[in-house]
């Protein structure tokens, strides 16, 4: 506002310095609106406007240009027009709003992410992983996000929705959360460390790659301020918010402000006012001219005016629910409620709404402040003065003590009071210094009636002296200021004579009060009075200037108010007075002629202009250089426009399309939501000019479809919103309460309609591109329930659900096209990258193989990705997942043709395929719906023959490497089976293409041995056949059994032929084993020289193997099918008991060699007679070496050795225990018959002493080698122990005991330690 005592010459100056700046560029080409606010106040010549036109060369086209520029410029001047007339319209809404609220409920929007932001947060990510960053994670966090990274961040489908507007930091930060949720849930549980601090961990570090470098506070700051202006703005930042979206300049927008008074609260209610009465004329007259929009019924036409005028009142009623004293300065909106004046809502109730003098009142709040007194000189400088001050009527106040020298107080005293014209007292005192005086001695007084229009600053004021004060030229500085409450509008003394009140030609004070939004009374006070002496409602009346009246003596201007039978004259005694009375009454009587000062008059019609329109705003005096400037800057015809002659419908349409765009382009994902202000601001110009709910939301929707088909993410909970608002309207639901429909209306909304479905088609089409990662949350969702509504005939009627369910699945078969299509283009693009030098060059099966298998992966991931983001639309229909899988199997069934034309080029009998079946299968079989589906189905059909012709090869390899193998064995144990291990192939037999072992396969053995052989690691095992053999056969079943066949019977038939060929191999091996194992024992030494050879024991151990693989290779889960488990097993055991039985008989021969030599002591016998007459000569004469022992001492050491060995080279101690109970049992058995054909014969002192020592170390030895005491102490060798007992005995008396030399059955060690 500009300074009410500055000069005109001044203001002049000013006014034609910014004319200036304004017309310069007039002159060449005039200037576009640009979006955003200067703080100058001139226009910047634009580059256009200021380069210099290039000549042409014919005069023809020059007059073209020429026109096509001026035709383009005035294009620019309209729509400049158009958009300051619009902004006036917008100021005045958001300067005092009366029916709208900035919502405090709605969503708040995020901060969205632009390109540069991401490629900065692909930069921070790439630096994490490559180790440059000081966040400490461990290599599972790292996975995770190396895994977020290629998927997410690089992903071409998220830089889309970056470009489309509808990517914020909290998308990306839930799609990472929603990536390692099922990461995390999968890691070992660890103790006092549960999966929730995990997950926190992960996220917070998330956050810190995320975020980078930046300061966490700064940027927690920076959202919070964000996030309060997106949910409340000031006045101040709504103005601004529209001088960018209209493309106002900042001296356009205080120009207009100066002059349309926003920040006058009463201008804008009478603004209101009359724009309301105006909207009730404008519906009688189109009721008179039958000037109805063209409705789908005839009958709508008297509703239509119905409903203009229930709207009108109902905006009245707003209006008069706004608190007087408060006026618009809050955006609050009250409760709806009929005030004082509903006579202009309700004519008929005219009588009933006259006001009283009790319902005016007012209340003052009064400021006495005393300065000082001056020209006190009677009283000593010593004595003690005061002062006093009250209103008259209400409490006494008193200042400080002074000194009579000093009379200084600067005391302040606040009083209230409810008399426009009070009287105010003030009384200066001295102290009284006589003992008997019981008041202190007034010295003066004075008296004042001050106005809220007195002056406010301090001034002298002559005080009345008292009798005995010789002080007669008393004066006090004082300063009375009085405020004006809110519903005093105007005051000051006026001459006033009528026909009802105030008969008599007199000057009263007068003030102009605002008992409500509706209700204004004239009333005139009396000093000291707080009802007013006479009133007059100002309802019906129309003031206006007049000339001074003959007759009336008192005032210099005169003015008037004249109803139907009444007229009120009044004056004043100041011409600026008097236009400030007539502009504060033409606020209040709401009257459509706007009144104009004659001095105005003259200087219109001195310059040839026309007078202001009747609705045109007047300004304060102060305002009236404002209205000057903005006239002169062509302003005026804006701020005095009528807005009732405006097409509202339009002009909303447009300020609506560009706070779209403008909110599109802020720094928020809003998804097509207005943010809170925006919202109150364009709620608050429909409901005060009239703009129709219906046209309102089909502009919204045609706007956000056309940002929507451009590639702009549009959320379709708000296309819900306002599409089943409009066809909520069309269907004649009235969901504002305005039941007329217009055909614009109805065709529009048609229209609409199916674009509205032809866009919903297109997304659920391109699913994975218009929602990526299901993000927006939940708009897949919204727009399956959305489409379910378009669909809908009418408001009532629901569509089939068959029908919906027809339309989603055409959009995914579609949508399986366009994807398989896509991952196609991405996997060549991808491939060209890692290899460029093979672009073009012919493809061989091995790569295209190799693609199948890349392809493959990305269909997987394609399919986890569907189920994992956009499994969400079973929330809108329970069948939605139904078509999904129809949708997963269409888009498998197009990846089958190229996986089809892969394997077709593809060599006979190469196994390299059976990585891809693998990939597939382990996904499909693990995923409910797609487990045995159709392509499931035919991947099936495709690799049985394949896996049963390699289980055929494999089965003749296997047997022909086992003949060959055991043709060739050694029986040497397999020392280091870990080093020879992965090199073991499958030897080629002269087949054609035989195939290895496919190590390499994914499920398949790798490097390291399998678990069952874990046991005999650090041992001898069994042969290198058998050991190849069992490995083999494992492999193969391992192999087979990761392939995880779905089909249950075909699994079923490949598991029962693996278990049929091992258990025919085994046997195979078995019985090889058992010949080798005989022949091996025939071609031995029969003395005691033999020691049992390495090759017996890896028999042994071959058939431990063999028992051991048997439980594993041969045995079928299957009740009955264990029939080969057992035959096999009962091979192994009888294979085994005639290995032992083999050994054991070979042990036997060699005792039988032992014992043959000591037959030939025998007595009777020759050599036994020549035998002992020899030894017994001889000793008489030398010491003659004993007989015999050598032959005991090589027998044990041969059975001490051969224990040893089989105890030490033998893997199953079950079957030495076996070996060596039948040993010494048949050992004994042999010994006993020998001695038992001997019964009749007294054994030879040799025999005994041999038999002794065999026998005494038998028994010790297989003691000791853990045989039973029940086996050792048998009845046969009871017998033998008796018989050589007995022998002994015989002995001792026959040779008296000098023979044995020592050798003895009792139990005693001493011989065998001197033995040893």
């Known amino acids: 506002m500009l300074d009410p005592s500055s000069s005109e010459e001044e203001s002049e100056d000013v006014v034609e310095e910014e004319s200036k700046e304004v017309m310069a560029p007039q002159a060449g080409a005039r200037l576009s609106p640009s979006r955003t606010s200067e703080s100058s106040g001139g226009l910047q010549p634009s580059s256009r406007s200021s380069s210099v036109r290039p000549s042409s060369p014919s005069p023809s086209v020059v007059s073209e240009k020429e026109k096509e520029e001026m035709e383009k410029l005035q294009k620019e001047e309209e729509e400049r027009k158009k958009k300051l007339q619009l902004y006036v319209f917008v100021m005045r809404c958001i300067a005092y709003p009366f029916n709208a609220k900035q919502p405090t409920d709605m969503a708040r929007r995020q901060q969205k992410i632009s390109k540069q932001q991401l490629q900065t947060v692909k930069d921070r990510f790439q630096a994490f992983l490559n180790g440059e960053t000081q966040i400490v994670a461990d290599e599972a966090f790292i996975n995770a996000v190396q895994s977020y990274y290629e998927v997410f961040i690089k992903s071409d489908r998220v830089s889309r929705m970056v470009q489309s507007g509808g990517c914020s930091a909290n998308d990306s930060r839930e799609v990472f959360k929603k990536h390692i949720e099922k990461r995390v849930r999968s890691l070992p549980e660890i103790d006092g460390l549960s999966k929730e601090t995990v997950l926190s961990s992960w996220m917070a570090k998330f956050d810190a790659i995320y975020r980078g470098e930046e300061d966490p506070r700064k940027q927690q700051a920076r959202m919070t301020a964000s996030a309060a202006s997106e949910l409340i703005l000031s006045k101040e930042q709504l103005y601004e918010m529209f001088q960018q979206i209209l493309g106002i300049k900042k001296f356009e927008h205080q120009l207009l402000y100066n002059a349309c008074q926003l920040d006058n609260p009463d201008e804008q209610a009478a603004q209101i006012r009359r724009e309301l009465d105006g909207r009730l004329q404008m519906a009688d007259q189109i009721a008179r001219e039958r000037k109805f929009l063209k409705f789908v019924s005839k009958e709508m036409e008297s509703m239509f005016i119905e409903e203009l005028k229930s709207s009108v009142n109902l905006l ?180 006033a004579i009528g026909k009802n009140v105030w008969k008599r030609w007199k000057k009263r004070f007068f003030v102009l009060v605002q008992v409500s939004q ?27 200037y007049t000339d001074p009246q003959p007759g009336l003596e008192g005032g210099r201007t005169f003015f008037n108010a004249v109803k139907e039978g009444d007229t009120v004259i009044f004056a004043s005694d100041d011409e600026q007075d008097r236009i400030l009375w007539v502009q504060a009454m033409y606020r209040a009587t709401g009257q459509s002629h706007k009144p104009v000062p004659p001095t105005q008059v003259q200087k219109l019609n001195a310059k040839g202009g026309n007078a202001p329109q009747m609705d045109a705003p007047i300004s304060q005096f102060s305002g009236l250089k404002d209205a000057d400037r903005a006239q002169k800057h062509g302003m005026d015809e804006f701020i005095s426009a009528n807005p009732c002659n405006f097409d509202h419908a339009s002009l909303f349409e447009m300020v609506q399309r560009l706070t779209l765009d403008h909110r599109l382009n802020d720094s928020y994902s809003c998804l097509g939501w207005f943010s809170p202000g925006q919202v109150f601001v364009l709620d608050e110009y429909c409901a005060r000019n009239g703009v129709r709910g219906c046209h309102r939301h089909l502009c919204y929707l045609n706007d956000l479809l056309e940002r929507a088909e451009n590639g702009a993410m549009i959320d379709p909970t708000l296309l819900h919103y306002s599409f089943a608002f409009c066809a909520s309207h069309v269907h004649g639901n009235r969901p504002d309460g305005i039941g007329t429909v217009t055909v614009e209306e109805k065709e529009r909304f048609e229209e609409i309609k199916e674009r509205l479905r032809l866009l919903l088609e297109n997304q659920i089409t391109h699913f994975r591109y218009c929602f990526p990662f299901g993000r927006p949350e939940g708009a897949l969702k919204a727009t399956l329930s959305l489409l379910e509504r378009v669909l809908m005939k009418d408001i009532v009627t629901q569509v089939p659900q068959e029908e919906v369910k027809t339309v989603i699945r055409k959009c995914l078969e579609q949508a399986a096209l366009v994807n398989y299509t896509r991952l196609s283009e991405y996997a060549k693009v991808e491939e060209n990258q890692k290899d460029p030098e093979n672009v073009g060059r012919l493809i061989t099966p091995a790569k295209k193989l190799e693609d199948t298998v890349r392809l493959a992966e990305l269909v997987i991931e394609v399919l986890q990705q569907n189920e994992e983001h956009h499994a969400e639309g079973k929330e809108a229909f329970a069948w939605w997942s139904d078509l999904m899988v129809e949708h997963a199997e269409t888009f498998l069934s197009l990846f089958a043709v190229d996986m089809d034309a892969a394997l077709e080029v593809q060599s006979p009998d190469t196994w390299d395929s059976f990585p891809l079946f693998q990939l597939l299968n382990d996904s499909l079989r693990s995923d409910y719906n797609l487990c045995n589906g159709k392509f499931h189905k035919h991947l099936q059909d495709l690799f049985a023959p394949l896996v049963v012709r390699y289980v055929d090869l494999m089965e003749s390899s296997i047997a022909q490497s086992i003949h060959r193998g055991f043709e060739r064995e050694s029986w040497e144990p397999v020392k280091s089976l870990t080093s020879n291990l992965p090199n073991v192939n499958l030897p080629n037999v002269n087949l054609p293409k035989i195939p290895n072992l496919p190590v390499n396969l994914p499920q398949m053995p790798s490097i390291s041995t399998p678990s069952w052989m874990a046991a005999i690691y650090d041992s001898d095992n069994g042969s290198g056949t058998s050991e190849d053999l069992f490995w083999k056969l494992d492999a193969l079943q391992t192999f087979i059994r990761d392939l995880h066949w779905p089909e249950e019977e075909f699994g079923k038939h490949l598991e029962q032929r693996l278990k049929l060929m091992s258990s025919d191999m085994i046997e195979s091996c078995v019985k090889r084993t058992r010949i080798a194992f005989e022949a091996k024992l025939q071609k031995s030494s029969r003395s005691t020289d033999f020691r049992v050879p390495q090759s017996i024991c890896t028999m042994f151990n071959v058939m431990v193997d063999a028992k051991a693989q048997s439980a594993k290779l041969c045995a079928m889960e299957m009740g009955q099918e264990k029939q080969y488990h057992s035959q096999i097993d009962t091979l192994i055991e009888e294979t085994v008991k005639e290995m032992i039985t083999l050994l054991v008989a070979k042990f036997a021969v060699i005792l039988e060699g032992v014992l043959a030599k000591l037959s030939r002591y025998d007595e009777g016998t020759l050599f036994s007679s020549f035998l002992s007459f020899t030894v017994k000569a001889a000793s008489k004469y030398v010491e003659v070496p004993k007989p015999g022992m050598d032959v005991a001492d090589a027998y044990v050491t041969f059975v001490r050795h051969s224990q040893d060995i089989l105890r030490d080279k033998v893997n199953e101690e079950i079957y030495i225990e076996r070996l060596f109970d039948q040993w010494y049992t048949s050992s004994m058995n042999l010994i006993c018959t020998w001695l038992t054909d001997r019964m009749d014969l007294q054994l030879h002192l040799y025999q005994l002493k041999i038999l002794i020592r065999i026998v005494k170390k038998k028994y010790r030895d297989f003691r000791l080698q853990g045989v039973l005491d029940s086996t050792l102490n048998s009845k046969m060798y009871d017998t033998v122990r008796n018989r050589l007992t007995l022998e002994e005995a015989t002995s001792s008396v026959s040779e008296g005991g000098a023979g044995l030399q020592g050798i003895t059955m009792r139990d005693s060690d001493e011989e065998d330690e001197d033995d040893d």
């Not at 007012?362 to 000189?377: A, Y």
């Not at 019981?438 to 229009?453: A, F, I, Q, W």
């Not at 204004?520 to 206006?544: H, I, N, W």
Request: hydrophobic share 35%; net charge negative.
């Open 518 to 544: 509706y209700t204004f009374a004239m009333c005139s006070y009396r000093e000291k009075k707080a009802e007013p002496q006479e009133l007059l409602q100002l309802d019906g009346y129309t003031v206006d």
């Open 316 to 495: 009245m009623a707003n209006l008069e629910s706004m608190p007087v004293s408060k006026g618009g300065s809050e955006f609050k909106l009250q409760k709806l409620k009929r005030g004082h004046n509903t006579s202009i809502i309700d004519m008929g109730e005219e009588n009933e709404n006259q006001l009283s003098k009790s319902d005016v009142v007012l209340s003052f709040t009064l400021e006495v402040v005393i300065m000082e007194v001056q020209g006190l000189k009677s009283l000593a400088p010593n004595r003690i003065v005061y002062c006093t001050m009250e209103v008259e009527g209400g409490e006494k106040l008193q200042t400080d003590q002074a000194e009579a020298s000093k009379p200084t107080w600067g005391t302040q005293g606040d009083f209230t009071s409810t008399h426009p014209l009070p009287a105010v007292k003030v009384k200066l005192f001295t102290e009284s210094t006589g003992v008997l005086a019981l008041e202190d001695k007034e010295l003066g007084r004075v008296v004042l009636h001050p106005t809220p229009n007195s002056p406010k600053q301090s001034e002298l004021h002559k005080m009345t002296v008292s009798k005995n004060c010789p002080d007669h030229d008393l004066k006090i500085k004082l300063a009375v200021r009085m405020d004006k409450p809110q519903n005093m509008k105007h005051c000051g003394y006026l001459w």
